[in-house]
């Protein structure tokens, strides 16, 4: 009798289809964690122009005029 080589179940094509998958489900968390940075680094930046607009109220200082006599 011959002898039966097994078919092989998961063939290279398949563990490169699930590294695909794995490395697109990480590209999404990253994505995602990026995404949530820059909300957080708009926030602060709101944060800070209110507290600097506030300073310069308090010290009498005018950022408009001050910023176009530098132009």
Not at 8 to 22: G, H
Not at 31 to 49: H, M, P
Not at 58 to 64: A, S, T
């Amino acid at each position: 009798m011959a002898k039966i080589i097994p078919f092989p179940l998961v063939t290279e094509s398949d563990k490169l289809r699930e590294l695909l998958v794995a490395q697109e489900n990480e590209i999404k968390i990253v994505l995602q964690e990026l995404e949530d940075l820059n909300d957080l680094v708009v926030d602060l930046t709101i944060e800070y122009e209110e507290l600097l607009n506030k300073l310069c109220k308090i010290n009498g200082i005018n950022l408009e005029e001050r910023y176009n006599n530098d132009n």
